[in-house]
């Protein structure tokens, strides 16, 4: 008798009593209030979950507190359709005053065609001299009583090419100094390859000259740039093949007359072409530069220009004309990375590489000294992720906005590019989102939308047996 006193206290406390199955009621309006209850709740489930996966970013602008060094590294492939490899120089100066002249060792070059499709195996810079060693004066009494280089233009120029197995032509301009420095050596050897292989009775060699101010079309028929500039011409032709590959046959050795004899003799003589001391320039003057630089975080410039110690160069005939494969600022992103990144954040990455796929060419041939430049702003923008109360970077990306033009110049035109980086970042932050959070509001939609389901179904069951009942009145 105690227990069941007991139970029956404890069930009078209970707040979910039960109503017996007979005593309830199915309607036609309940189903439909059920059905929209459950309609409403895959809505309300769907948008909380389509929330709950949408990344959630928090934008800042900060001071740059880099953590990737002093330096910033520049990508680049870059082609110049009509600057030889021979002579093209990358430079990097800054606002502090450093100048870093001639940059080879994180780049490679390689001799392209007009239409910029590669011609030739990757340029080797070393083959060329640093230093060009040059004759003396030259002593009258100690040269033959013999006529010097042959004069050549372009009527001459074709039937002596042909005539001799080997012409050696000295292509130079009468305003160059080193052309001026060259000039008694190459009468001198002139001389003494005549004395020694007589064109009448032996004819296996002749030396020539070639005045780059009086025919140019003929030095710009042979792509010549620089001045002076010694091509090797064998059966008429000046070009090499190797491995379906055809390149020029220069002289980048000594320029004084002993080195420059020598170097002759090797040409007729019966030893094998390794042991010749001569090297080779690219051909069509065409040349792509790939590779990066590491430059000091604070405003400077990267030029590429035509460049060299014992040439001079006529400005007025000089196209610095390019087409931009790739330009980037920062560490290398792989296309990976990159891809998952704009998952999260899409606008990413639309300036990292802005000038990508530019040409940047100078049409009108009569424009002299055109220098063209790029003026690069570059913004560094920070992507960062917060698991569990700890930051973890995704992402450290250099964009860059960039303004171009082409202007005259009373030096020798050049590609110029200006960078300044800003001392601001761009600081993105993913904020997480919390699965408890994402469970509680789950489980208020179904508890809400049935509470309201079950209150309207009471409250319009109610009405109607109440309007049936008063209706119902009005009739007796």
């Known amino acids: ?48 979950l389509k929330n709950y996966l949408t990344v959630s970013t928090s934008t800042s602008i900060v001071v740059d507190n880099s953590s990737d060094g002093d330096f910033l590294r520049i990508d680049f492939n870059i082609s110049f359709p009509a600057l030889s490899c021979e002579f093209a120089s990358v430079d990097v100066s800054d606002v502090l005053g450093t100048n870093r002249l001639n940059i080879t060792k994180t780049l490679r070059k390689f001799t392209i065609d007009p ?104 030095c710009k028929r042979h792509h010549i740039q620089g001045y002076p500039s010694i091509r090797i011409f064998r059966k008429g032709s000046d070009l090499r093949e190797d491995h379906g590959q055809h390149e020029h046959e220069s002289y980048y050795g000594d320029r004084d007359t002993k080195a420059l004899v020598k170097a002759m003799e090797e040409l007729v003589s019966p030893l094998p072409l390794g042991n010749q001391k001569l090297a080779l320039a690219p051909l069509t003057g065409g040349c792509r530069i790939e590779g990066y630089v590491r430059v000091k975080k604070i405003p400077g410039n990267l030029i590429i220009s035509a460049r060299s110690g014992a040439h001079s160069f006529d400005s007025s005939h000089m196209n610095m004309s390019h087409v931009i494969s790739h330009l980037s600022f920062g560490k290398t992103i792989s296309p990976r990375v990159l891809s998952d990144v704009k998952r999260l954040i899409p606008y990413i990455g639309r300036s990292h590489d ?55 110049s009373i030096d020798v035109p050049v590609a110029k590019f200006h960078f300044e980086l800003s001392p601001m970042q761009v600081l993105i932050i993913e904020n997480p989102k919390s699965f408890s959070h994402f469970i509680t509001n789950l489980c208020a939609i179904i508890g809400g939308v049935f509470t309201v389901a079950g209150i309207l179904d009471s409250v319009l069951y109610n009405t109607i047996r109440l309007l049936r009942k008063i209706d119902l009145g009005k009739n007796i």
């Open 1 to 48: 008798m105690p227990a069941m006193v007991s139970l029956s206290k404890i069930k009078s406390v209970d707040f979910y009593r039960k109503i017996p199955r007979d005593l309830t009621e199915a309607s036609l309006l309940g189903a439909w209030l059920s059905i929209v209850a459950a309609v409403s709740m895959i809505l309300l489930f769907g948008m909380e």
């Open 115 to 218: 239409d910029l499709r590669r011609t030739g195996a990757e340029y080797n810079s070393e083959l060329v001299p640093q230093v060009i060693k040059h004759g003396e004066e030259v002593d009258d009494e100690a040269v033959p009583a013999l006529p010097g280089a042959v004069s050549l233009n372009s009527d001459s120029f074709d039937r002596i090419a042909h005539e001799y197995p080997i012409l050696v032509v000295n292509f130079f301009a009468p305003w160059c100094y080193w052309s001026t420095r060259l000039k008694p050596s190459w009468e001198k050897t002139a001389k003494i390859i005549r004395g020694r292989y007589n064109p009448e009775t032996d004819g296996r060699i002749i030396l020539g000259k070639v005045d780059c101010t009086e025919d140019f079309e003929l």
């Open 354 to 408: 802005k000038l990508n796929g530019r040409s940047f060419i100078n049409h009108r041939d009569l424009d002299a000294n055109v220098t063209i430049e790029h003026y690069l702003q570059v913004v560094k923008t920070e992507v960062v992720t917060r698991i569990y109360s700890r930051e973890s970077s995704l992402l450290e990306d250099y964009e860059y906005t960039a303004h171009s033009s082409l202007s005259q």
